[in-house]
């Protein structure tokens, strides 16, 4: 039975990493699997791979950037006994002990791996407009978090995309920054609680552009305008922007445990008490369970409960 694994963490973002070190230092060997580098989606070390400068995760007064902060944690675990590997699962088996784990072909009638206990970190990813260029300007302009990103645009012009919460209470906390903050939406209501709206409409920083859709991102090395369309008239024209904050949802991954594992509505996983999830022995732990914090902070913070949880129910469960 040697080829068990204690903990098997998949994902490697600050929850993922975290709990890594945790369960390192616990003499716990983990074994975790970070994903494949070619995957945009759910890149080797999560959504902090996709930005710039952070300049809010404790410990780094004169900020870092997002993927020397990843090395940081992945060093950290590695240095420790954590074993990492760039391999993608493709399908996961919750109904046998000790669960099951593939990589590569899912019909494969092996599973490349086997573990007693499973803390998935797998994140979550800011839905996209998908226009060209978008993606490059991540970090350059382009950006999907207000909270990380909106120190940098003080005194300038930026726009926000969509016409939910999110978008609603990001414009908002962004004319705290900003001269002017401009919310596209492309329709003439908004799907945002009333109070939040009211708000908003209030905030003489904060305008609406009513019927609209960016239609193109524009900038060579940084963002320097977009393009929007009138969804009525379709008129396109130019608006001189230095910051577009997507904010137009977010899609955790949990396709691999659907049906394996309790989801929301939203699709997020149902974790408590801790990290657990509904299956004993399999805990989650980042953004795929938050629906509302989504910081790198506060996914460390988890995944450093979901390695105290895992080797609390190792002890209770396995190694007895
Ligand atoms: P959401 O409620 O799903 O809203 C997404 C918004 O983006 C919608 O207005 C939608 O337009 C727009 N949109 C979607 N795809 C688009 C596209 N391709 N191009 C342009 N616009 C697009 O997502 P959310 O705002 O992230 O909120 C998610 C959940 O979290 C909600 O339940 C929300 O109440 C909650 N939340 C709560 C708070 C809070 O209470 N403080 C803060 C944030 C989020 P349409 O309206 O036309 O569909």
Not at 8 to 26: D, F
Request: glycine content about 10%.
């Amino acid at each position: 039975m040697s080829d068990i694994h204690d903990v098997l963490i998949i994902g490697s973002g600050p929850a993922g990493l975290t709990a890594a070190i945790y369960c390192a230092r616990a003499s716990l060997s983990p074994l975790v699997l970070e994903g494949e580098p070619s995957s945009t989606s759910d890149q080797p070390g999560g959504q902090l791979m996709l930005t710039t400068e952070v300049e809010n995760f404790p410990g780094f007064p004169e900020g870092v950037m997002g993927p020397d902060l990843m090395m940081r944690f992945r060093e950290q675990a590695q240095r420790f006994g954590a074993e990492t590997r760039f391999e993608k699962v493709s399908r996961v088996d919750l109904s046998i002990r000790p669960f099951q784990v593939w990589v590569g072909d899912p019909d494969a009638a092996e599973p490349t791996y086997r573990a007693h206990s499973l803390i998935v970190a797998t994140g979550a990813q800011s839905l996209m407009l998908g226009l060209d260029r978008e993606r490059e300007l991540l970090g350059h302009g382009v950006s999907t978090c207000a909270t990380c990103d909106g120190f940098f645009f003080r005194g300038h012009t930026v726009a926000v995309v969509g016409g939910g919460d999110s978008a609603v209470e990001e414009a908002t906390f962004l004319t705290k920054f900003a001269d002017k903050v401009v919310l596209i939406h492309r329709r003439d209501e908004l799907r945002a609680s009333k109070i939040m709206q009211d708000r908003a409409f209030a905030n003489p920083k904060l305008e609406m552009l009513w019927n609209h859709e960016v239609v193109e991102v524009e900038g060579d090395t940084k963002l320097s305008g977009v393009k929007v369309r009138n969804t009525q008239s379709g008129e396109v024209t130019d608006l001189a922007v230095t910051g577009l904050f997507v904010a137009i949802g977010h899609r955790p991954n949990t396709d691999l445990f659907r049906g394996q594992l309790a989801l929301d509505d939203e699709g997020y996983l149902v974790t408590g008490p801790g990290t657990a999830t509904d299956v004993a022995g399999v805990f989650a732990a980042g953004d795929v369970q938050d629906h509302t914090y989504k910081q790198a902070i506060t996914a460390a913070g988890s995944g450093c409960m979901a390695a105290l949880d895992a080797e609390k129910w190792l002890e209770a469960n396995v190694h007895v």
